[in-house]
């Protein structure tokens, strides 16, 4: 059994900056990819970051280009989320995702994290 964890959320003013963490349980993957998503309330789950813990190859969701940077930490599957320059569209609660398919996209695994909430107020 996988378990994904994130932790690190919380209520910041608009452009203040938030780091989120996420640790994997166990490493099953021959590959080792992580991806970070975002849901706001009324709207879909959507992609935000994505990284190849091995390679450090990182993908980005353009709203989030420039502000956000996803990096491996020195424990192996750890990753964060370093967001700046935060908007009030920002707020979601935001998962982890561990184990999913890179290739120019990131495909979700079916391991997810519990969500970690981020409100940015104006």
């Known amino acids: 059994q996988v378990q994904v964890v994130e932790s690190g959320g919380g209520l910041v003013q608009a452009g203040g900056s938030l780091r989120l963490t996420c640790s994997a349980s166990?490493?099953?993957?021959?590959?080792?990819?992580m991806g970070w998503f975002r849901q706001a309330p009324g709207k879909e789950r959507e992609f935000v970051a994505a990284i190849d813990w091995s390679r450090g190859i990182t993908y980005y969701a353009d709203t989030v280009k420039g502000r956000f940077t996803i990096s491996r930490g020195n424990v192996k599957n750890t990753v964060y989320l370093q967001m700046n320059y935060l908007k009030p569209v920002d707020t979601a609660v935001y998962y982890c995702?561990?184990?999913?398919?890179?290739?120019?996209?990131?495909?979700?695994?079916?391991?997810w994290g519990q969500g970690t909430q981020v409100t940015v107020s104006s």
């Open positions: 166990k490493d099953t993957f021959s590959t080792i990819t």
């Open positions: 995702n561990a184990g999913g398919g890179l290739s120019g996209t990131y495909r979700p695994s079916d391991y």
